[in-house]
């Protein structure tokens, strides 16, 4: 009777330690983590339709070229089925950069270190994918939006910046079940 009394309260202990608790975040970090979860779960579906231009039947493209270029008379000389083919292989290249800045995001909701620099690398990465794609002719995208883009990315990671003294490359505590840190 002793030693299943015993075995109880380390079964216990042991799920105790399972289900630690992480630290608490401050409400500064909650807050920009939720924003940017939110962004980031709003551009992957934004660039998951996007991606089914690659799909579009001539017909298709026929119909809808038609639109394209009432809104942007400039694109009367492009080859509209290029057109469509860079703007879906864009939102490809955008999907897997908000997919990454997501995880950089949920790491840093973890307090894990790394999920800023994942994140930074991944919005940086963004900024210079759109730098070198709108430089291409037939596409036009005034300085002014991009800068403020680019200000918007950078103002985030400053934010996230800023909390780096929170997160602490992962060793939220001491349970190898539940740390998830890279070494």
């Known amino acids: 009777m002793h030693s299943v009394l015993l075995m109880d309260f380390s079964a216990n202990d042991r799920l105790d330690e399972v289900f630690t608790p992480l630290p608490e975040k401050p409400p500064f970090l909650k807050?920009?983590?939720?924003?940017s979860m939110v962004a980031c779960g709003l551009m992957i579906l934004l660039f998951s339709m996007g991606i089914f231009t690659l799909f579009l039947s001539e017909k298709m493209i026929d119909a809808t070229w038609e639109t394209v270029v009432q809104r942007q008379p400039q694109l009367k000389?492009?080859?509209?089925?290029?057109?469509f083919h860079n703007f879906g292989i864009t939102c490809v290249y955008n999907l897997i950069a908000n997919v990454i800045s997501l995880v950089g995001v949920i790491f840093m909701w973890r307090l894990n270190k790394i999920g800023f620099f994942i994140y930074a690398v991944a919005e940086l990465g963004v900024n210079f994918f759109r730098l070198n794609f709108t430089s291409g002719a037939g596409v036009s995208s005034s300085s002014g939006d991009m800068?403020?883009?680019m200000l918007i990315d950078l103002v985030f990671i400053s934010m996230f910046a800023l909390n780096l003294k929170h997160m602490n490359g992962g060793q939220n505590n001491n349970n190898p079940a539940v740390n998830t840190s890279f070494k």
């Open 31 to 35: 807050t920009i983590c939720i924003i």
């Open 147 to 149: 800068i403020f883009l």
């Open 77 to 83: 000389s492009v080859d509209r089925f290029e057109f």
